[in-house]
């Protein structure tokens, strides 16, 4: 039986590895729904495992390329991360989708619109760098010029998207710490189930 047991030990620490790692994903999963507000699908599955076997006993719970590279100042501090874009379009006056984000292809759909256009625009705020709509035409008014009525634009300029530079997180995804108090709430029971399961299925 001492031998059997022995012999069953590979198999056995893999499984626990692999069931610990299962575990450690669900939890680190729930985590990003309850930082994030609105996380969607993308993001909230952003976590992934690679099982232990019983000739390399390790299992590794890690995030995907990426989702890693925008969470990863969330879990160690920093500035967010971008991509290649230089910077974050907040949408103001534009539809959004159901995670508060904007649609795939929104802002060269708005660059082909007409009395759209993108820059900087000098406001009782400050410059403000973003895509802008400019006013539709009104009624005629103004004086009149050798008979004829100016046509003047109806209304402002409207603000539909908005430019901002990068900046530093605000919030922190406890990557580590979830991790390691999972694992040391569920290790020992994990391994007993593990050790007891390969014993069964021993032959």
Same mark, same amino acid.
């Given at each position: ?24 994903? !669900?939890?680190? /999963?729930? %985590?990003? $729904? *309850? ?5 969607? &699908?993308?993001?909230?599955? =952003?976590?992934? #495992? ?54 795939? !292809?929104?802002? /060269?759909? %708005?660059? $082909? *619109? ?5 820059? &900087?625009?000098?406001?009782? =705020?400050?410059? #403000? ?75």
């Amino acid at each position: 039986m001492i031998a059997l047991g022995a012999k069953q030990v590979p198999f056995a620490s893999a499984l626990a590895l692999t069931t610990l790692a299962k575990g450690v994903q !669900g939890i680190e /999963q729930d %985590l990003i $729904g *309850k930082t994030f507000d609105d996380a969607t &699908p993308f993001t909230r599955n =952003a976590i992934a #495992i690679k099982p232990a076997t019983k000739s390399n006993l390790v299992a590794t719970v890690f995030a995907k390329d990426i989702q890693a590279a925008y969470l990863t100042p969330y879990v160690v501090g920093g500035m967010r991360d971008y991509g290649n874009k230089r910077g974050m379009i907040l949408p103001v006056d534009v539809r959004v989708n159901q995670y508060g984000n904007l649609t795939k !292809g929104t802002l /060269q759909r %708005l660059k $082909g *619109k007409p009395g759209v256009f993108v820059g &900087p625009v000098k406001t009782k =705020a400050g410059v #403000i760098n973003g895509v802008w709509q400019r006013p539709v035409a009104g009624k005629v008014v103004g004086k009149r010029i050798k008979g004829t009525r100016i046509a003047k634009p109806a209304g402002h300029l409207k603000l539909l998207l908005k430019f901002e530079d990068t900046s530093a997180v605000t919030k922190h995804f406890d990557f580590f710490g979830a991790a390691q108090r999972y694992l040391t709430k569920n290790a020992a029971a994990a391994f007993d189930k593990a050790m007891r399961q390969a014993l069964a299925t021993a032959r």
